[in-house]
DNA sequence: GTACTTGTCGATACACTGTATCGCGCGGTG
DNA sequence: CACCGCGCGATACAGTGTATCGACAAGTAC
């Protein structure tokens, strides 16, 4: 076929440089903006302007997409003070914060090994400021202040999602939380949980993540101390 | 037509009688035999030999049967114990038996708003057993327990899930984990940790469950006390 | 400069998901 | 006997993760 008649090559956009650091990114801001769902390899892939088979070039599955996600909010988590107590706190407070930044953590944090590098110096940071307790200790001890964290966040978040999936705030969530709960209690069958639930004052989340908080570390110290 | 050729209607089978009850029995079933993964609409209901579609009679949602088979199983988490501090250990450990039984609750578990009536005779139980202790300390109290609980249950599951998914044993896991951590280590990077995953004694799962737990209830004792 | 190899990109395809729609056929009511 | 309503499930749709593969660009051998 003839150069005159054979049609010019259909102009191809310039293939968009890519990096799994870029990935990884633009992955977490569709998360932060609309939530996990919002992370699909098409979608990742279409806000890259790019097709969604490239990303197979740097990631082998979504499972180490989200890894590595994990991994880049690590780096927000970076505990400090003065004195084992201070640390754990510290690593508590930020991994909270962070969780509060970015709600999807909730969907991923203790659901996976965390054994990237950034989760590695993490925990590296705690381990250097632990050093003036056992040896022995120091995981145990870690490892329990996580947990701790890892539940409480993700019933506070838990809670903040429902009370957003009736689109309201949290007033008007407990209204109508309320009248359901009301009905039940009516029924006799939590006479307990309904005396706790009408008289206790209430604690909001700070509070209540910190007197928990404050109850381990008290534990902890007694351990230690032994 | 004349009935002769006709063709006869074609031998319906018998709609298979159902109730929600069953249908979450059934997914609870999929779901302890091969995952969360296991759980759709689809392969529930080809496993009770019925239309997808006839579940949408009995529930709304596909997370409306996640609420319920959460709600299930909360029937196994019932504390027991005479004062707070045994029935507050009873509630850990049942629900962590609950989750060894059931691991998918992993990824359930403080993910939603346990309200149902399950989970509030649950938190019955706890309230009633609860009564020594002041009002305004109940719930915050069971709460910290209940994140610790989850938080902790999340990390043995997924440390469990990781190992099968290597599709090996502890020992194995552990022997593929080591190079790569070895590596690392290498690096001069992480040295705190280095030495504490080299020269700690490592203990199992019911020991740091335990042990996490035990300090939690020595900082509430604390606490009360005062 | 020309042929061949290499490798990368994205279109296409597949099996699967949750759910909306809708037509068929059975039950009960006029 | 006609009708209506309703419960069922076939079909459909948009979306998912990922395998396959054809086409093109760049690099290499002669």
């Not at 309320?178 to 209430?202: I, Q």
């Amino acid at each position: 076929m003839l150069v005159w008649e054979r049609p010019e090559p259909p102009n191809r956009p310039v293939p968009v440089p890519l990096s799994r650091d870029l990935i990884v990114r633009t992955a977490i801001r569709l998360a932060d903006a609309n939530g996990m769902d919002a992370v699909s390899l098409r979608k990742v892939a279409a806000a890259l302007d790019v097709g969604p088979m490239r990303l197979y070039g740097y990631i082998a599955t979504k499972e180490e997409l989200l890894d590595l996600m994990l991994d880049a909010v690590y780096a927000e988590i970076r505990p400090t003070g003065n004195g084992w107590r201070e640390v754990l706190r510290s690593l508590a407070e930020t991994t909270r914060n962070a969780a509060h930044g970015h709600e999807w953590l909730a969907d991923l944090l203790g659901g996976r090994p965390g054994l990237g590098p950034q989760a590695l110096a993490s925990g590296e940071s705690v381990m250097a400021a632990l050093d003036g307790i056992g040896v022995d200790d120091v995981m145990p001890v870690t490892t329990a202040v996580n947990a701790y964290v890892i539940g409480a966040v993700r019933g506070e978040i838990a809670k903040r999602r429902a009370e957003r999936a009736t689109g309201l705030d949290e007033r008007r969530w407990q209204v109508s939380l309320g009248p359901y709960l009301e009905r039940l209690f009516a029924t006799g069958k939590y006479p307990a949980l309904a005396t706790v639930v009408r008289d206790a004052v209430h604690l909001d989340a700070d509070e209540t993540f910190r007197l928990g908080l404050e109850c381990l570390l008290d534990g902890i110290e007694a351990r230690l101390a032994k």
